[in-house]
């Protein structure tokens, strides 16, 4: 490894970021994407770090509060799954319900931020970051629900939106690595790994300090070497799949079209100009229909 390599956010998020004493880099990532001044107080218990990988609360990689009391959730996912935006929604509704205790008045209920670093494209976008609130409006007229003076003061909120949770999603291999802010710094830092020296959004300097491979025990190198290579396995794996899957299905798709092909008198060197498939492979296929 170069003497500067830096180790990845998945990994730091997990084993070196959870120091009470310094947040200094969490701090400044979530300040610089909601551009607000982050003071984390408090690191709750992480549903990752539960004894079973399988376990479906498995769910979230670090939860911290800040000083304003709100709760946020901050996730890092590698690997592709179809449903993660209902992932999303469980891993919050999972969090709103475990501080909340019976007989608590709904008042009590804490804001909460879920962030999610994905290294997969999500659904059909053209961005690199989303960012999702809840927002009443007329039917009639589109006119937004306010929260009126009583709630203002009652809530000490502004906004009805300011109540409910707010998602965030940061498509780290949808980015460009033109950066042009201090957010498209950590999202350069996120995706590369590395940290350009011209690079000064809040929390970047001190991550370009603290995240160094070199800091390591070897003990520690061990691991994060052993990590990045179950991670790339992993990666090879879902790929090897996702190949094997759209062989079949185009394989499934040019079977079909050959026998309705055939079906309609079409010729045979048409039918394999069209399907991709030899005279043998037709022939077969017509033979087992």
Known sequence: MAKNHLIRFDWAVKRMLRNKADCTVLEGLLSVLLKDNIKIVNFGESESNQ????????????????????????????????????????????????????????????????????????????DYVYHGITDFRGIHNNNPLNLDEEQKKFFMKENVKDLFPEYYILCVCDFDNFAQDGLDEWIYYLKNTEIPETFTAQGLPEARQQLRYDNLSDEEKRAYDDHIQQSLYEQNSIEDSFSKGRAEGELKKAVETALMMNADGVPMDNICKYTGLSKEQVEEIVGSS
Do not use: C, P, W
């Open 51 to 126: 004894q079973h990988a399988d376990d479906k609360f498995n769910r979230v990689d670090m939860l911290v509060k800040n000083s304003s009391g709100e709760l946020m959730i901050i996730e890092v996912q590698n690997n592709y799954e179809v449903d993660y935006l209902l992932r999303m929604l469980y891993g919050v509704s999972k969090t709103v319900t475990e501080h909340i205790r019976k007989g608590d008045r709904y008042s009590t209920i804490r804001k909460i931020y879920h962030i999610n670093i994905i290294y997969f494209r999500m659904g059909d976008g053209e």
